[in-house]
């Protein structure tokens, strides 16, 4: 998909500045227990996450479950405070004195989440939850409910059908377009979308992708996708970034992630893409052992315990993003992988197919 988009008015940096960069973002969750309710350990939850998305683009985040990508979408937002670790959109710091508030990057930051039924008030009908956020920016109460309308027939839905109807009248593919409405009511410039098509099926799922597809570039609009399937990843990203146990393993452009992995771990989670090639039969486990306990993860790489490259040097030192020592760094879009040894994962070649 292309990236090229005709920037607003709000453009503050620049075509060449990101739009989001995230710095050091780290989060650890407690446990508690015994008879005090004491803290016990940390979940390391995300753990020194560094990324950027630039201004137009569509940057995918994958991984398994429990990697960390939906708790970074809520760091982003502020739902749950970072523990460590900037946020800056074009520019200002969020939270702090000398840039933006919260709520300031909020009205240009918006997110769909994955349940579109628990994000909407049941007793609200479908215009008045999305004009709820514009009124209470001071929009008036008609000025937002015609808002609300337009965006409606925006997102596909005919508001003479749906503007009155309550959540519990309409389909999953019909929530979720509604609360794609609710995140563009306060014309944001970034949408982060969490799993935003994973609970539909595959003839809603392309439908509302399309949409997705057209609407960022009639509002000029970046995105932040998160899921799990790796082809939704592929078809709506320009650039992706792969994450393991908190941490990013891998990152870079979408034909180059896709056509030659460099991290074991991006290799053995494409490797396990279900096929209907009968030519592509899976012969061998693409990825053995159990996930670490993020409670307790690995010392140095946290993958070297499933790794089949995995060496000393792999148990004291914690990789960095960099780039592969036989690349040519492309300054624009850098495919960076997190490993001690990416040279001898390379000499894997294809998937473990046969």
């Known amino acids: 998909m292309s990236t090229t988009q005709t920037l607003d008015a709000r453009d503050r940096g620049g075509p060449a500045q990101p739009l989001l960069t995230v710095d050091n973002l780290r ?34 985040i994958v991984g398994e479950s429990g990697c960390g990508k939906s708790t970074t979408a809520r760091l982003l937002m502020h739902l749950i405070k970072p523990d460590h670790g900037d946020i800056i959109f074009d520019g200002d710091a969020v939270g702090v004195e000398s840039g933006i508030t919260v709520n300031q990057m909020r009205r240009q930051m918006q997110m769909v989440f994955q349940d579109s039924y628990s994000s909407l008030n049941p007793r609200m009908t479908m215009t008045e939850s999305i004009a709820y956020a514009p009124r209470m920016h001071g929009l008036s109460g008609k000025a937002a409910l015609e808002r609300a309308e337009t965006l409606l027939s925006q997102v596909g839905l005919n508001p003479g059908h749906f503007a009155r109807r309550y959540p519990h009248e309409l389909s999953g593919g019909q929530r979720q377009r509604v609360n794609i409405a609710r995140a563009l009511a306060l014309e944001p410039r970034l949408v982060i979308l969490d799993e935003a098509v994973a609970a539909l099926d595959k003839s809603v799922e392309a439908q509302v992708l399309n949409l997705l597809s057209e609407l960022k570039s009639s509002f000029n609009l970046t995105y932040l996708f998160i899921s799990h399937d790796l082809n939704v990843v592929e078809y709506m990203s320009d650039r992706v970034l792969v ?7 891998e990152t870079g452009p979408v034909e180059q992630i896709y056509r030659r992995p460099r991290h074991p771990y991006t290799r053995a989670l494409f490797a396990s893409k279900p096929t209907l090639d009968p030519d592509r039969r899976t012969t061998e486990m693409p990825l053995t052992g159990d996930p670490p306990n993020p409670i307790n993860p690995p010392s140095g790489c946290r993958f070297r315990t499933r790794c089949a490259f995995a060496q000393a040097i792999c148990a004291e030192q914690i990789p960095t993003l960099a780039l592969p020592f036989e690349d040519v760094a492309d300054t624009a879009t850098p495919h960076l992988v997190a490993c001690h040894r990416p040279e001898a994962q390379a000499a894997m070649g294809g998937a473990h197919h046969a």
Do not use: C
């Open 243 to 249: 994450m393991y146990l908190g941490r990013v393993v």
């Open 27 to 60: 989060k650890y969750f407690p446990v508690r227990g015994g008879m005090l309710n004491r803290q016990i350990a940390t979940v390391q939850a995300v753990d020194d996450v560094s990324f950027s998305v630039r201004k137009g683009e569509t940057l995918g």
